[in-house]
């Protein structure tokens, strides 16, 4: 029997021993035929997982969350989590005048007209309330208020110990919560449908142990299966799938052999399950990149490819084309990673001087180290770059800079009322690779403002279906603006989690 064929012949056992009515409603004895029964079941820990399973378990549902790796906090556990929020208490002392339709056409502007508006302004009304959800539940802000990439005003909120310090906060209130409970090792892999479409319930797999993204979803049968029935409703928290190379580049041929540094179980397992269950997927082809320093940093410096010892682009490129760039030079340079030298000056001008310091440091992840030389010609060796080639390219660039223009690549030479200026290298140069990540998938499951699943067949809501967070597409377009995932992530996740818990128990 295939793993179709044996799924079909699941789902019908499953209907008649529930005894599906006619009319689509499960009778109260019938459920017990499930192993388990939750009012809400939350799959994935993420941050839009975590406050999906806190908002609907302070409503009063009775929740199981679930999570299919050894431990809590997917992505969202190793991020930044930067945070767009319009009207924080930050922008209020501050006096900044901002609104949620600034921040909605700003995410519009850099989405190549492929975002969605009406949802992003939706998510910046909310992301006031989610702040003060998250720091009434115990989250601390570090106190910066940033103004990044593509925001036209200072938003950008940062968490006390980032990502992890965010998460570490909601869980220690979550364990406060008697009827929410949690399990790891627990893998979602099918949902069911009542006759009517509804989404009642959930194929699960206990003690289940991941094995890597290239085996774990066809071919990890780790586990004992199990179905749990959810009274109200089941939201996927289920991240992205940057770390699924046979699926992300079944979409986009290049991305095969690109890094990445998403958690490992980012794989697309869940995202055919919800197509399996009949939800539309959209803007799958879409990607982001992202670099150990900001992208908007970049073009303080310059990036030069060591096959040829000289320059191939604008450094002010945008985050997306700044990498394609590399990696089509990559192809035809032998796989060399180009490198990007600054100066001293061009170091203080970036907009977060604790990631330089901590690349001063080695503490910034692989290829995220800067190492400081005496001279450019020195730090072209140790690329593996012809000396003579590189300084004649960096006097070169020196020159183009002090006459106001970029001749060859037309880079803007003002970015934030800061400018660029000529690399001054009598101090010495820093330099580090420019190795471009797949850091998100914009694709997901295309869902309504109550982030419900849209069902592919009828274009309307899939009755009891949630997507939230990464696993959603469509927010973002062809560019997501930088701290515009965890907004998304924590407004959908309150708002799924609140209107599920609205929903009759069934
Ligand atoms: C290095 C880095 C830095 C970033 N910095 C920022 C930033 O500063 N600001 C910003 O806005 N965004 C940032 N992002 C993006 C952002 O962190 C993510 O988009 C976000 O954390 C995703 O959260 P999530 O809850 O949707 O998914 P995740 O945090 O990935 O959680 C999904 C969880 O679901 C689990 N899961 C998947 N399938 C199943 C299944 N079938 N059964 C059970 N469990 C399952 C996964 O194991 C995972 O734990 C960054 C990303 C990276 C990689």
């Known amino acids: ?166 998460l570490n906060a909601l869980w220690k209130h979550m364990k406060g919560l008697k009827n929410l409970e949690v399990r790891t090792h627990t893998k979602a892999d099918e949902v069911i449908l009542d006759d009517k479409g509804r989404a009642i319930g959930l194929v699960v797999k206990e003690n289940y142990y991941f094995d890597t993204p290239e085996r774990d979803d066809l071919h990890n049968k780790t586990g004992e299966v199990k179905t749990i029935y959810a009274r109200q409703g089941i939201i996927f928290a289920t991240g992205g799938y940057a770390r699924d190379k046979a699926f992300r580049s079944s979409e986009v041929p290049f991305l095969a052999g690109v890094a990445t540094t998403t958690n490992p179980g980012a794989t697309a397992g869940s995202l055919k399950t919800l197509v399996k269950a009949g939800a539309q997927p959209m803007h799958l082809s879409l990607f982001r990149f992202a670099y150990p320093l900001p992208t908007e940093d970049m073009i303080w410096g310059v990036i030069i490819d060591p096959a040829t010892g000289k320059r191939f682009m604008s450094e002010g490129s945008t985050r997306n084309a700044l990498a394609q760039t590399v990696l089509l030079q990559r192809m035809q340079n032998g796989d060399q990673k180009p490198f990007i030298l600054y100066d001293e000056k061009s170091l203080a001008k970036f907009h977060n001087l604790n990631r330089v310091q901590r690349s001063l440091n080695g503490l910034n992840g692989i290829d995220g180290t800067l190492v400081k030389y005496k001279t450019v010609e020195e730090a072209a060796k140790a690329f593996g770059a012809d000396p003579v080639l590189v300084k004649k390219t960096v006097d070169e660039y020196n020159k183009q800079i002090a006459s106001g223009k970029d001749e060859e690549f037309g880079k803007p030479l003002e970015r934030s009322g800061r400018k660029v200026e000529p690399l001054d290298t009598s101090n010495g140069v820093y330099a580090m690779p420019v190795n471009p990540r797949l850091n998100y998938t914009p694709g997901g499951i295309r869902t309504d403002l109550k982030a419900r699943a849209i069902s592919l067949e009828t274009g309307e809501p899939i009755s009891g279906l949630y997507v939230v967070g990464e696993a959603s597409g469509g927010l973002h377009g062809q560019e997501r603006m930088t701290g515009c995932s965890m907004p998304e992530c924590a407004v959908f996740g309150m708002i799924a989690g609140e209107t599920v818990a609205e929903e009759p128990r069934r």
């Open 1 to 166: 029997m295939t793993a179709t064929q044996s799924r079909r012949s699941f789902l019908k056992s499953s209907a008649i021993v529930l005894g599906v009515t006619a009319s689509g409603l499960v009778h109260a004895t019938e459920k017990k035929k499930f192993d388990e029964t939750y009012d809400v079941i939350v799959v994935g820990s993420g941050v839009s997982g975590t406050i999906a399973a806190i908002a609907a378990a302070e409503k009063g549902s009775k929740v199981l969350l679930i999570e299919k790796m050894s431990r809590l906090g997917g992505t969202s556990r190793i991020s930044g989590l930067n945070f767009a929020c319009v009207g924080s208490p930050l922008q209020k002392k501050k006096g900044v005048q901002d609104s949620p339709e600034k921040l909605a056409s700003d995410m519009y502007k850099v989405s190549g007209n492929m975002g969605d508006y009406q949802k992003a302004l939706v998510m910046a009304q909310n992301t006031a309330r989610a702040e003060k959800f998250m720091t009434d539940r115990g989250v601390e802000w570090d106190g910066r208020l940033l103004k990044l990439g593509g925001h036209s005003e200072p938003r950008v909120l940062v968490s006390k110990g980032d990502g992890a310090g965010l």
